[in-house]
C-alpha cells in the first residue's frame, strides 16, 4: 500500500526559531495536507495543497506541492510554546468516490520557551 | 459548525470482551471515515463510506472488526472479540466530497 515518510521524526527548539518538516511518498497524491494533533484530540487541518508547484500559507506556517506530487513540506517561523505537538502530513487521492486520506507517522515538536 | 462527536472517549476492556465505538459526522458530510491510531504512528484508514455505503474496506480486520452506518448519518465500528493489539485511538472523521478530513477527538481504547 501507499506510504508517507515523514521527517524529522522529533524535533527540540527553542521559542523563536524556525521549523521546517518534510514528508516523502512512492506514489503520486492530487492533495497535499498537513495536520497538528494535540494530546487527547483528533488531527486538525491547518493546510490544504492541491496543485504541484503550490506554495501555500496560513499565519507563521508556510507549505508547498511538491513538483513531482510526490513530495511537501511545512515550514513554521518564529515558533511559539502552542506549537508544542504532532504534525502530520497526508496524502490524498481522489476517485469518483470520495478521497481517501493516507498519513505519515508524525513530526513530533517541542519547544523552549 | 459542530465537529465530529465521538463516543465514549476512553473505554477499558479485557481481551476477547467485545467494545463498541459511535460518530456522528458533521452534518452534510457524506463520506465518513474510521481510523486506527496505534501510540507513536499516524492514523490508518479502517474503513470509508460514502452515504450508508462501504468505499473502501480493505485494510479492516473483519474477522473481529464490524461497521455500519445504515441510514447514512451516524456510525458505529465493533470490535469483538478483542485483542490486546487492538490498544489504540479510534478516530472518526467525514468530509464533504473530494474535500479535507475534518476528525473527531477519538476514542481511547485500552485493552488489559
Known amino acids: 500500500g501507499q506510504q508517507l515518510n515523514q521527517s524529522p521524526q522529533s524535533m527540540f527548539i527553542q521559542e523563536g526559531e524556525d521549523v521546517s518538516m518534510n514528508c516523502t511518498s512512492s506514489?503520486?497524491?492530487?492533495?497535499w495536507l498537513w495536520y497538528k494533533q494535540d494530546p487527547g484530540e483528533g488531527p486538525v487541518l491547518l493546510i490544504a495543497?492541491?496543485?504541484?508547484?503550490e506554495l501555500t500559507s496560513n499565519g507563521r506556517l508556510t507549505a508547498q506541492f511538491g513538483i513531482t506530487r510526490k513530495d511537501s513540506f511545512l515550514n513554521i517561523s518564529a515558533s511559539i510554546p502552542s506549537d508544542v505537538g504532532i504534525y502530520f502530513c497526508a496524502g490524498q487521492f481522489f476517485n469518483t468516490n470520495a478521497g481517501k486520506s493516507t498519513f505519515g507517522d508524525g513530526t513530533t515538536l517541542t519547544v523552549k520557551p | 459548525e459542530a465537529g465530529v462527536a465521538q463516543s465514549p472517549r476512553y473505554k477499558i476492556i479485557e481481551k476477547r470482551q467485545s467494545v463498541a465505538f459511535w460518530c456522528n459526522p458533521i452534518s452534510g458530510h457524506a463520506t465518513l471515515y474510521w481510523y486506527q491510531q496505534i501510540l507513536g504512528q499516524g492514523p490508518k484508514l479502517l474503513i470509508q463510506f460514502q452515504n450508508n455505503g462501504v468505499v473502501d474496506d480493505s485494510q479492516l480486520p473483519k474477522d473481529r472488526f464490524s461497521a455500519e452506518r445504515l441510514k447514512g448519518v451516524d456510525s458505529t465500528l465493533k470490535i469483538q472479540p478483542a485483542k490486546l493489539e487492538d490498544s489504540a485511538v479510534y478516530l472518526c472523521?467525514?468530509?464533504?466530497?473530494?474535500?479535507?478530513?475534518?476528525f473527531g477527538n477519538g476514542t481511547r481504547l485500552t485493552v488489559t
Open positions: 506514489s503520486i497524491f492530487n492533495t
Open positions: 472523521a467525514s468530509s464533504q466530497r473530494n474535500s479535507p478530513l475534518h
Open positions: 495543497l492541491y496543485k504541484a508547484g
